[in-house]
Nanobody, 114 residues
Framework: QVQLVESGGGLVHPGGSLRLSCAAS????????MGWYRQAPGKQRDLVAT??????NYKDSVKGRFTISRDNAKNTVYLQMNDLKAEDTAVYFC?????????WGQGTQVTVSS
């Protein structure tokens, strides 16, 4: 059984920063990508950023502000979020995609408000 545990969400003022972490545990086999998605109230879940090997992919609106990174030894993926805006407010979900299937964390709330 695979478990993803997220941490690092919270309330921050516009222009502030947060760092999300997602630690994966359980049976790992042929990991394709790890990444972050987000879902705002009343909206669909959207990709924020993914990392696969040395390649990264970002949603256009977060390019230059967010950075995804991964510690393979710890099976942990991070999302450094800088210059946060009100429109970044959402529940952020960690995703792990591997040969055994597609797995999701429980989500962590990020609220950007003055």
């Amino acid at each position: 059984q695979v478990q993803l545990v997220e941490s690092g969400g919270g309330l921050v003022h516009p222009g502030g920063s947060l760092r999300l972490s997602c630690a994966a545990s359980g049976t790992m086999f042929r990991i394709y990508t790890m990444g972050w998605y987000r879902q705002a109230p009343g909206k669909q879940r959207d990709l924020v950023a993914t990392i696969s090997g040395g390649s990264t992919n970002y949603k256009d609106s977060v390019k230059g502000r967010f950075t995804i990174s991964r510690d393979n030894a710890k099976n942990t993926v991070y999302l450094q979020m800088n210059d946060l805006k009100a429109e970044d407010t959402a529940v952020y979900f960690c995703n792990l995609r591997m040969a055994l299937g597609d797995y999701w964390g429980q989500g962590t709330q990020v609220t950007v408000s003055s």
